[in-house]
């Protein structure tokens, strides 16, 4: 026992020769010493030894159980100014050089509960933003976890411990592990809920994940938020994808909370409302491509519409025109299918100028830009972006099989003129025949020349389009630039498809094929759409039209009152 004492006397004498803050020395004479040598506000709580009488006491008090005694060493080890190394009695954390940093504020102090790549993910930007994040685990102790953890700059510790030292808490486990947190600490915590269901769900009695969390904690305030951000998006700061963060909440207090967190993350936090707005924040991941179903659809019928008319003119007339059902059949996997790529590729190009131009027409009827247009229009306004990818689409596959489909027998009328030979042909062993043949030549004449050049131009000009269109690259673009491309650009790409396929059916432009030469062919009614989009789109070009267009979009109104005091002053 004596060596016990001795120990302890020694590690208290060193400790003693520590200097002791201002507040600590406060502290200490405010704080009575009981007979068994423990503070009366608990000494394991507090480990400050402030007079070696204090010391001998104890070790008095020990002497006889060398249980406490052990005890009471490892609450003097455990910090050397009484003070845990989360820093939550002031103390700070201590550096790599041994030197004590200031303590971490404590509404930087983040706790996060769950160490899976979403919690990982989240605890790295947290720490990269500069708070400090407890990472809060059920086995704190496990290796693998250990050094996962160690990589996001995060501090591992058990889930008590990290609810403890902080206020917000980020609940990064799925629902069904909820009923397993230390629900006792999470009262009167800020806690996000980041998590997302599987499927949705409905009915009359369905809760969000974040108000069931609500319900197993009262006292605590829930904030729905992050759950539309992957873990790639987190750990690349949302380059590949929508920087908004949807918030809801019951609190205002902690929405503002975590609408700050977000900010100093870099995100755009959206404020969604209420709790009960999480329902649809939780849907929101699982949507799939909601805003691709109607142009896909409009798409799709258009096609259908164009191939059951190509399928009309060239294999059922066509062949009721010949007498037989023999011609034709084998041309509806690759010629059919490609003529109406080619077609629907110009019409869905048009489809994304149009709806711009009516309702340009639309502002200059009214005088105003400030009255909605109708819901059919402002749904084709907003389905634009999509029409002109798909369009890409087409127009890459019209290209592929074009390149495998234009021979100079296939379309001889692009190439130069044909050498005509006539030559003995052998029908059978027994049959000879004296037939005119072709001897194709491989040179372009100046129509098809032209009507390459016009499709690779319009075909490049379309890639730009497309690539100018995704997220990443708009978000280098000035609206000069972007406007430049999406509409300048983009009729230019319109006027050299339109010359690509006029260049193509030259000699049959005014011809009539299908049901016995009733219906247009194909490169005719390819036209329709554009001709219409820039016949409306010239009037527009006129400088009167365009500078009073351009007043409008500016704020002018024809017939307001503003504009009439305006006139009376002038």
């Not at 989360?86 to 509960?113: C, T």
């Not at 949302?238 to 977000?262: N, R, T, W």
């Not at 490049?460 to 690259?473: D, K």
């Amino acid at each position: 026992m004596n060596i016990i004492a001795i120990l302890i006397l020694t590690a208290t004498i060193r400790r003693a020769s520590l200097p002791q803050s201002p507040r600590r020395e406060e502290r200490d004479r405010a704080r009575p010493i009981e007979a068994n040598g423990e503070a009366s506000d608990g000494f394991r709580d507090s480990v400050d030894v402030p007079s070696m009488a204090c010391v001998a006491r104890t070790v008095e008090g020990t002497a006889h159980n060398p249980l406490l005694a052990l005890t009471t060493m490892d609450n003097m080890s455990f910090g050397t100014d009484g003070t845990d190394p989360l820093g939550r009695n002031g103390g700070g954390l201590p550096s790599a050089e041994g030197k004590r940093k200031a303590p971490p504020d404590p509404d930087k102090v983040v706790a996060v509960l769950g160490t899976g790549d979403y919690g990982r993910a989240i605890s790295r930007r947290l720490v990269n933003s500069g708070y400090s994040v407890l990472m809060g685990s059920r086995d704190p102790n496990r290796s693998q976890v250990k050094n996962l953890v160690r990589q996001t700059g995060a501090t591992l510790s058990s889930q008590e411990e990290a609810l403890r030292a902080a206020k917000v808490v980020v609940v990064a486990v799925g629902r069904d592990h909820y009923d397993y947190l230390p629900i006792s600490l999470l009262r009167d915590k800020v806690l996000v809920d980041v998590s997302n269901n599987t499927e949705r769900r409905r009915g009359p009695h369905y809760r969000s994940n974040a108000e069931y969390l609500q319900g197993l904690v009262p006292e605590a305030k829930v904030v729905k938020g992050f759950n539309v951000l992957s873990a790639y998006a987190l750990e690349n700061g949302g380059l590949q994808g929508s920087k908004e963060v949807f918030i809801a909440g019951d609190s205002q207090d902690a929405k503002a909370a975590v609408v700050d967190m977000a900010r100093v993350m870099g995100f755009h936090p959206v404020d969604w409302g209420s709790l009960q707005a999480s329902r649809d924040i939780e849907d929101v991941p699982l949507k799939f491509m909601p805003s691709w179903k109607r142009p896909v659809a409009v798409v799709f019928g258009l096609f259908v519409f164009l191939w059951l008319l190509a399928f009309l003119s060239f294999q059922i007339c066509f062949n009721l025109y010949l007498g037989g059902w023999e011609w034709g059949w084998k041309h509806l996997g690759m010629q059919n299918f490609n003529r109406v790529i080619a077609i629907l590729a110009l019409w869905t190009l048009s489809f994304c100028y149009i709806p711009g131009l009516i309702a340009a027409y639309i502002q200059l009827w009214r005088g105003t830009k400030y009255s909605r247009f109708p819901q059919w229009l402002d749904d084709w306004l907003k389905m634009r972006k999509q029409l002109g990818l798909i369009m890409l689409g087409l127009a890459g596959i019209h290209a592929c099989i074009s390149v495998a489909y234009i021979t100079p027998k296939t379309t001889e009328w692009v190439y130069e003129e044909p050498t005509k030979i006539k030559a003995l042909v052998e029908i059978d062993k027994n049959t000879t025949e004296t037939k005119t043949l072709k001897l194709y030549d491989s040179e372009l004449n100046w129509r098809g020349e032209l009507f390459l050049t016009m499709g690779a131009i319009s075909t490049c000009l379309l890639v730009v389009l497309g690539i100018s269109s995704l997220p990443s690259v708009t978000a280098t673009l000035s609206w000069r630039e972007f406007t430049f491309i999406q509409s300048k650009l983009g009729w230019v790409a319109l006027v050299a498809a339109c010359s690509h396929d006029i260049f193509l059916a030259w000699n049959y432009m005014f011809l009539y094929w299908g049901c016995f030469n009733t219906l247009p062919i194909g490169p005719q009614y390819a036209l329709y759409p554009p001709f219409i989009a820039i016949i409306m789109k010239i009037p527009l070009l006129l400088p009167p039209v365009d500078n009073y267009l351009q007043k409008i979009r500016k704020g002018h109104e024809r017939n307001s009152k503003y504009e009439s005091g305006k006139a009376e002053v002038a």
